[in-house]
């Protein structure tokens, strides 16, 4: 079982973070980066403001980037019938959306916690502020990730599901949002230990409700 | 871990585990027109049966439910016997190239590096191994998913159109592998409207078991 869990982390990671459509794990964090840059541009160089701002911004940049790479978390394998394969080798569909949570957060959670480093700097957060957004997105990635997951073989095989998904995903995000952004405010542990908890409820629920999307479009 | 499943999936070379389809009094349903009724059928180790009509008829919703993918309407459905589905989407990565795409496979199967080997040959996939799945042609993929369903090792073979696209070399290498696999005590199941010649193969005219309103 574990030599099967490796064989299909491996192909998953190959998938989304090296050689995936669409630039794998490196698009996400542009478009990061973008955001991060365009802030000061709209807003004016006013340093205390977007200092202020600044880690909302950060929060919501890494929102948006991690709902770019949803239309091909799941869809392609059912179109390929990689999802029957599996289920005669007796692999579940919750395994392998477990698996794909973990592959998803890998290519775009700790690569936006690095760029998270050069967009404080251009925000101007200071050192403080950016220890409590790393540790924010460390607790509130895996949990976007889950829901990402989950999204995606909801939407699967939907006419303009790409769309719907981030359309689905943004209000069920609101809860890690709204702490892990919060927590920049009083800068206390309890809103980064609420982010974690609202991370894990996702990632509890990820596996089954996205296998049982998934075995639904079967059909 | 691996070395139990090893020596498992080696036990089941050396005394065939029971390989049987029972079929009784099926019926299949596709949105809500009702495809075929009381459809019963039984094979044992070694039983090869061609699912023959016309299209939209439901053959492959019959594969799909033997293989437990699709539920059935009414009736059951048992199977003996680890089952592989050979249908007209190869399940490789388009991206990759054959080799890595095929050895994804291999890796869940613990197929064997040798067996892998000889059963590349045998289907002339070698010279493509490094060739990306997307710019293979029709019979090329249909060749590299009977590798991938040779690599499977399954006892229940389900071949939906297994012929399409294959030249005539290529179908009567199907055609014997698939002989060899219910000579070897495999079951063979498969739907198709081409010939497909078989030893001692049953044909089930699924056109028989439709309802009578709709076959008119």
Redo the contacts between chains.
């Keep these: 079982m574990n030599g099967r869990i490796a064989a299909l982390l491996r192909r998953d990671l190959s998938r989304l973070l090296l050689r995936g459509r669409g630039g794998g794990a490196m698009l996400p964090v542009l478009f990061f980066l973008s955001v991060a840059m365009l802030y000061p541009f709209a807003v004016g160089p006013d340093a205390p403001l977007l200092a202020r701002t600044g880690g909302g911004v950060i929060w919501v940049a890494a929102l948006l980037a991690a709902i770019l790479p949803l239309d091909r978390l799941v869809e392609p394998d059912i179109e390929l019938g990689m999802f029957d394969q599996w289920a005669l080798r007796g692999i579940s569909e919750e395994l392998v959306i477990a698996v794909r949570v973990i592959a998803h957060w890998l290519s775009f959670g700790p690569p936006l916690m690095l760029a998270a480093l050069p967009a404080a700097a251009l925000l101007g957060l200071d050192a403080k502020t950016l220890r409590v957004v790393e540790i924010g997105l460390l607790a509130g990635t895996p949990g976007l990730a889950a829901l990402g997951v989950t999204v995606a073989a909801l939407t699967a095989g939907l006419r303009g599901g790409a769309a719907l998904s981030g359309l689905l995903v943004i209000p069920m995000a609101v809860p890690v949002l709204i702490f892990g952004a919060g927590s920049l405010g009083t800068g206390g542990a309890s809103g980064l230990a609420l982010t974690a908890a609202a991370s894990l409820v996702l990632i509890a629920i990820a596996p089954f409700a996205g296998g049982a999307a998934v075995r639904a479009a079967r059909g | 871990?691996?070395g139990f499943?090893l020596s498992l999936g080696t036990m089941q070379e050396a005394a065939p585990s029971p390989t049987s389809i029972a079929v009784t009094d099926l019926a299949c349903r596709r949105g809500d027109r009702v495809l075929f009724s009381r459809l019963s059928l039984n094979l044992k180790a070694g039983d090869a049966l061609q699912v023959a009509g016309h299209n939209g008829i439901g053959k492959s919703s019959l594969l799909r439910i033997i293989?437990?993918?699709?539920p059935a309407f009414a009736g059951s459905v048992s199977v003996e016997g680890?089952?592989?589905?050979l249908?007209e989407?190869?399940?490789?990565?388009?991206?990759l190239p054959l080799g890595r795409a095929l050895a994804?496979?291999g890796?869940?199967?613990?197929l064997e590096e040798s067996k892998a080997t000889g059963d590349l040959a045998r289907l002339g996939l070698v010279s493509l191994l490094d060739v990306p799945v997307r710019y293979l042609s029709t019979g090329q993929k249909k060749r590299a998913a009977l590798a991938?369903l040779l690599g499977?090792k399954?006892r229940v073979w389900l071949l939906d159109e297994p012929l399409n696209g294959l030249d005539g070399h290529a179908v009567e290498l199907a055609e014997t592998i698939t002989a060899q696999h219910c000579a070897a005590g495999g079951i063979a199941v498969i739907a198709s409207h081409q010939t497909f010649r078989l030893p001692a193969m049953r044909i089930l005219p699924l056109s028989d078991f439709a309802l009578q309103e709709q076959a008119a």
């Design positions: 871990m691996s499943l293989a437990g993918l699709a680890t089952v592989g589905l249908d989407r190869p399940a490789l990565d388009p991206a994804f496979w890796a869940l199967d613990l991938r499977q399954a």
